[in-house]
């Protein structure tokens, strides 16, 4: 009999979100008590800060949480940047009017006599609508206000392009370090991508580099918002309670921090798309048989093939910033160490805008989501006239026999076109072009049916693993610059290693030998009860 699943227990069922911030009485959320107590401690010290995190981290959620959790001490103003229109950056007049606008709107009661001062900015029919009397309005309501007020501001990334911001942080500056005699705000806090800290080096991009900051007095905000597996476990547990699919949500958890590297929208978007779009399919027509490892991965292969808003920015930041692809392009396909630099202002960018993270100081992309991701990107943009690409297009049909993937004939067809089109190239061609080719080969042939991920943890200027899933069957095929004899027996033998991860008594080796001697071709090598393919380029 068909298990039996308990209906949400709430009025209105939980969701996972993905669009805006989340509300713990309509979605399933993280435990954030603990990052909270951590950010409540800054506040009480009297921090200032900012919380820059790349697109869709969690910043609005983690902004509301505060707002919330420091209520019962505090004054807690939330502004949002986004919602002022951009003419009130334009000049110091039009900003100090909006601001206060804002300020009128966000606060329900004020001492007595402020409220009129501030609506006196707000409606443009003050003396003097300066920031500088402005901030004296400010400073006499928090000398005023029963309580201490606590300033947060979400996408402050809509302002730091002008100079008039620039002055907005340099009062907040001036006020912070005379808190000791005067009264302001207990502590103010920034949320956006960009660290605020860094941004006088993006006014003007024709201009010398200054490095005193206007925001140089805020503390290190060295809260983890990523979520670890125990976080996804309990936000998974609140699911079950709900649902009861029987999932082993410890496991679960686990797959998808390994793809997400607990990168808060991905890992609601999996999610979602189990909940949502996996479950009710054919293939899995009810949540017990969607919550499963075969159920993830295709959500896996769901969430890389779509255009989202994250994937948009992504793409964005590197036509932005030609660096950036560079940098994206030799950790990918070349396998390059690149140290995790903090002081170099490519590695800053690259980090803030949430394409690399510090492993071990190696500059590493963030996870395996966005390495699929990138690398479509990149085969995307070359598969036009591509040679490699249009063959495998053209001959797909005879590699899938029963319905089954024929990896050997993949390889044994890949060494075929590769030798014909570029057997006579320079050995450094081969080098630079090799793994990007046979992505290049595969992907028209598994496309719409199959997904293929890359091991980070194996991949060096060597080597690269790749995963490649196809209607529920997995293959393990290592990618290597041959570097003799002892070198490709190691690699064997890693590779023989590495199938014991998915329990498999196969897997596939492509080598690109630059050995004049090298016979050319595809061979079978038995290493115990595994059996590794081997082709030769």
């Not at 479950?279 to 017990?288: L, M, N, V, Y």
């Not at 992907?443 to 194996?458: A, C, M």
């Not at 991949?459 to 490709?488: H, P, S, T």
Request: aromatic content about 12%.
């Amino acid at each position: 009999m068909e298990k039996m699943m308990p209906e949400a227990k709430h009025r209105m069922a939980k969701k996972f979100n993905v669009n805006g911030y989340c509300d713990p009485e309509l979605h399933y959320m993280v435990d954030l008590s603990g990052r909270l107590k951590t950010i409540k401690a800054m506040v009480d010290e009297g921090d200032y800060f900012t919380i820059n995190r790349a697109r869709q981290y969690g910043k609005t959620t983690i902004l509301a949480a505060m707002a919330d959790y420091l209520k019962e001490d505090y004054e807690v103003v939330s502004l949002d940047f986004q919602t002022m229109s951009s003419l009130a950056f334009e000049s110091e007049e039009m900003f100090v009017t909006a601001f206060a606008e804002e300020l009128l709107d966000a606060v329900d009661s004020f001492p007595d006599g402020i409220e009129s001062r501030i609506g006196t900015f707000a409606q443009n029919t003050a003396r003097i609508c300066s920031l500088q009397a402005l901030f004296k309005v400010l400073n006499h309501w928090c000398a005023k206000a029963a309580r201490k007020i606590i300033l947060m501001i979400d996408e402050v990334d809509t302002a730091t392009n002008n100079q008039v911001f620039l002055d907005f942080l340099a009062q907040l500056r001036a006020c912070y370090l005379k808190r000791r005699r005067i009264s302001t705000f207990q502590s103010v806090v920034l949320a956006g991508v960009v660290d605020v800290r860094s941004i006088q080096r993006k006014l003007r991009p024709d201009e010398d580099h200054r490095d005193n900051s206007p925001w140089n007095i805020a503390a290190d905000f060295l809260v983890d918002m990523s979520f670890s597996v125990e976080d996804i476990a309990g936000m998974l547990n609140q699911y079950e309670a709900d649902y009861g699919t029987g999932m082993d949500t410890g496991k679960m958890a686990e797959l998808i921090y390994g793809y997400t590297s607990g990168y808060p929208y991905l890992v609601s978007r999996l999610c979602k798309l189990l909940d949502e779009r996996i479950s009710g399919t054919e293939a899995f027509p009810d949540k017990p048989r969607a919550w499963t490892e075969a159920g993830f991965y295709e959500a896996e292969k769901k969430l890389v093939k779509e255009d989202n808003p994250l994937y948009q920015s992504l793409i964005g930041k590197l036509k932005q910033y030609p660096v950036l692809k560079t940098l994206a392009g030799e950790l990918l396909f070349n396998g390059r160490t690149v140290a995790y630099t903090a002081t170099a202002d490519y590695i800053k960018d690259a980090a803030m805008y949430g394409f690399i993270r510090n492993e071990d100081n190696v500059a590493v992309i963030s996870n395996r989501i966005f390495e699929t991701v990138l690398y479509d990107y990149f085969v995307a943009g070359e598969q036009i006239g591509n040679l490699m690409y249009h063959i495998g297009e053209q001959e797909k049909n005879q590699f899938i026999v029963g319905g089954h993937l024929d990896m050997r004939r993949v390889l044994e067809k890949f060494v075929e076109t590769f030798h014909e089109l570029y057997g006579k190239k320079d050995d450094k061609f081969i080098e630079d072009v090799g793994r990007k080719y046979f992505i290049l080969f595969l992907k028209p042939i598994i496309n719409g049916v199959g997904n293929y991920s890359i091991e980070s943890r194996t991949r060096d200027n060597g080597r690269m693993d790749i995963v490649i899933f196809y209607r529920g069957e997995r293959y393990v095929l290592e990618l290597k610059l041959w570097r003799g004899k002892a070198y490709n027996q190691r690699g064997e033998e890693q590779l023989s290693d590495y199938l014991d991860c998915f329990g498999l008594k196969k897997g596939y080796m492509l080598s690109f030998n630059f050995n004049k001697k090298k016979v050319i071709g595809v061979k079978e090598i038995v290493l115990g009860d595994r059996l590794l393919i081997e082709a030769v380029v």
